[in-house]
Every structure is written in C-alpha cells, then in structure tokens.
C-alpha cells in the first residue's frame, strides 16, 4: 500500500478513549448501475431486455468495520428497501437469501491493536466474488468473535435495488446517470488511445464534449475522496476502497465514453439499506456511511 500525507484536519479521526462509551461504525462501498438502466439511454445501441429484467443499483462490495467502544452479545442488521441480498460474508447460519434483512450474532468486539488474526480463526470463502479480502483486514478495526472460534474484523455484503427507471432514486437519471442539479463534484474519467485520464468538475460541466483532461494520478483521487468524505473516514478505509476498485477504473472495459465518480448522499444510502448494531450494554452508536456512484456515461450530442 503506497503511503499519503493527506491534510492534518483529514487524516485518522478515530481515538478512542477507553472510558468513551460510543461504538463507531465505518461503512464504505460502491454503487453501480445496472447495463439495462445504461444502455437503454444511448441512442442507436442494440439491445434487447428481456420483459422480466428491470433496472438496478447495485451495491458492490459494502465493508463494515467499528471502532469505539468494546461491545457483547449484539446483533448487528443491514435491511433492504427493497430487491435481494447477491453476496454475504461471514454467512449466518439462518442466512436466507429472500429475505429483506440479514442479522449477525458478534459474541464480541473489541480493540486489539493490529493483532494479525491467524488463518485458522478466518471464516471459509475468504475471497468470495473475487475480492482481495485480506486487504481489508490489515487495520486496527475491533476484531469481531462471531463464535464456533470464526474471528474477522469486518462484515461484508452486496445487494442488488431495483428501482422504476422513470423514476430512479436521486442522484441519479435515466438519460444522463448523474443529475445535473447534484452539488458535489464529480471525478471523469476517459480511456483515450489506452490512456486513463482524468478531470474534476461540477455535475452540469459533464456533457461538455472537450473538458480539459489530464493523465491519471492516485494522488489527485485520494485526495479528492479525502475532501469528500470530510472525516467520515479513515485515510487507510479510503485507500482501501480505491484499492478495490482502482483497476477497474484503470481498466478502460466500462461501457460508455466516460465514467463518473462521485459521492452519494448519505440520505440516499439510507433510503436503499439501513444498518443498526444492538446491544445489551446500550452503547452510543456513531454511524458513518461512505459510499461512491460509479456511472458510465455516453456523450449525447
């Protein structure tokens, strides 16, 4: 991992005292939208959906780490609007894939430093639907005990929303992927001759058909999510998640002439899936969801 000095203000905001009686959850992702929803918005693409298919917003790869305060015998829950529940990991027992809510039992959490947890505490499918997992788990996030000796220090799903196409859930839009009412900036991306580059810019400068646009650089991304996430994050969970997805964008395979980063609102988050940790120690709970829109984009004359 390449180490960045980010601005003071930014840089890790979680020191917990041992008498704070609050467990802070971090949660970050990606929310991608489906092809039916993309290229059904571009004029002369061919392409047939089948009647049953409807568009939707995919969340792609949501970690849950906590901090804070220790905790005991809690459940912690994510529950959907609405649509399924596509990827779980560690996988409850009682795990049923229809349901719209998804519970796990931690017997414990707790602050033990970087202790590297040995593999054979490590639940099973360690890299299930192909993400680099172990990554994730090289900070100091509470390692979770979710009992039968399964330890990790994180929680992991993916889920799949469907939404009316006429009417998707903002900030998104049917014809151009990101409104252009939507006040925070936006990272571009093009593939040009094989070269990523890249541009920062307001939601209505997208459709400019010549934006001046540079090479890409990390430090310019890390920098531009740091601002974003405004101390909702730690810098070690930011570079975690561009770890992630960092080539995928790189790759150039995204359809469309460009693809759009930028940071969801959190009341949007929240109206797709909400999680909640309870406790029978009743705990402060300090809940922090960051998440990216990741849009490809046709530019329509």
Request: proline letters at 7%; one cysteine or more.
């Given at each position: 991992?390449?180490?960045?000095?980010?601005?003071a203000?930014?840089?890790?905001?979680?020191?917990?005292?041992?008498?704070?009686?609050?467990?802070?959850?971090?949660?970050?992702?990606?929310?991608?939208?489906?092809?039916?929803?993309?290229?059904?918005s571009?004029?002369?693409?061919?392409?047939?959906?089948?009647?049953?298919?409807?568009?939707?917003?995919?969340?792609?790869?949501?970690?849950?780490?906590?901090?804070?305060?220790?905790?005991?015998?809690?459940?912690?829950?994510?529950?959907?609007?609405?649509?399924?529940?596509?990827?779980?990991?560690?996988?409850?027992?009682?795990?049923?894939?229809?349901?719209?809510?998804?519970?796990?039992?931690?017997?414990?959490?707790?602050?033990?430093?970087?202790?590297?947890?040995?593999?054979?505490?490590?639940?099973?499918?360690?890299?299930?639907?192909g993400?680099?997992?172990?990554?994730?788990?090289?900070?100091?996030?509470?390692?979770?005990?979710?009992?039968?000796?399964?330890?990790?220090?994180?929680?992991?799903?993916?889920?799949?929303?469907?939404?009316?196409?006429?009417?998707?859930?903002?900030?998104?839009?049917?014809?151009?992927?990101?409104?252009?009412?939507?006040?925070?900036?936006?990272?571009?991306?093009?593939?040009?001759?094989?070269?990523?580059?890249?541009?920062?810019?307001?939601?209505?400068?997208?459709?400019?058909?010549?934006p001046?646009?540079?090479p890409?650089?990390?430090?310019?991304?890390?920098?531009?999510?740091c601002?974003?996430?405004?101390?909702?994050?730690?810098?070690?969970?930011?570079?975690?998640?561009?770890?992630?997805?960092?080539?995928?964008?790189?790759?150039?395979?995204?359809?469309?002439?460009?693809?759009?980063?930028?940071?969801?609102?959190?009341?949007?988050i929240?109206?797709?899936?909400?999680?909640?940790?309870?406790?029978?120690?009743?705990?402060?709970?300090?809940?922090?969801?960051?998440?990216?829109?990741?849009?490809?984009?046709?530019?329509?004359?």
């Amino acid at each position: 991992m390449i180490p960045l000095m980010f601005a003071a203000a930014l840089v890790d905001t979680i020191i917990a005292p041992d008498d704070w009686n609050s467990v802070i959850i971090h949660e970050w992702g990606v929310i991608t939208i489906s092809e039916e929803m993309f290229i059904e918005s571009v004029p002369d693409q061919e392409y047939s959906s089948h009647p049953w298919n409807s568009p939707s917003l995919d969340d792609k790869a949501p970690v849950v780490y906590f901090y804070g305060h220790d905790f005991h015998d809690a459940q912690f829950t994510v529950e959907l609007s609405s649509g399924h529940f596509t990827e779980v990991f560690p996988c409850p027992d009682d795990f049923n894939p229809d349901d719209f809510t998804i519970t796990w039992s931690i017997l414990s959490g707790c602050n033990m430093g970087e202790y590297e947890l040995p593999p054979s505490v490590l639940p099973e499918n360690r890299t299930c639907s192909g993400w680099a997992m172990d990554e994730w788990r090289n900070g100091a996030a509470h390692v979770l005990d979710f009992g039968n000796g399964i330890m990790d220090r994180f929680i992991f799903y993916e889920c799949s929303i469907p939404f009316d196409v006429d009417n998707p859930p903002y900030p998104f839009t049917r014809r151009r992927g990101l409104d252009s009412s939507f006040e925070g900036q936006v990272l571009v991306f093009s593939n040009e001759n094989n070269q990523i580059k890249i541009t920062l810019c307001g939601a209505d400068e997208i459709a400019n058909s010549s934006p001046e646009m540079v090479p890409y650089s990390r430090k310019t991304v890390m920098e531009t999510l740091c601002e974003w996430s405004n101390g909702d994050m730690k810098s070690d969970e930011l570079n975690d998640l561009w770890n992630t997805w960092e080539d995928y964008v790189l790759s150039g395979e995204w359809h469309g002439d460009r693809l759009l980063v930028f940071r969801i609102p959190v009341s949007t988050i929240d109206r797709m899936t909400t999680i909640r940790l309870e406790s029978p120690q009743d705990p402060d709970i300090v809940i922090s969801r960051f998440y990216l829109g990741m849009v490809p984009f046709s530019w329509i004359q």
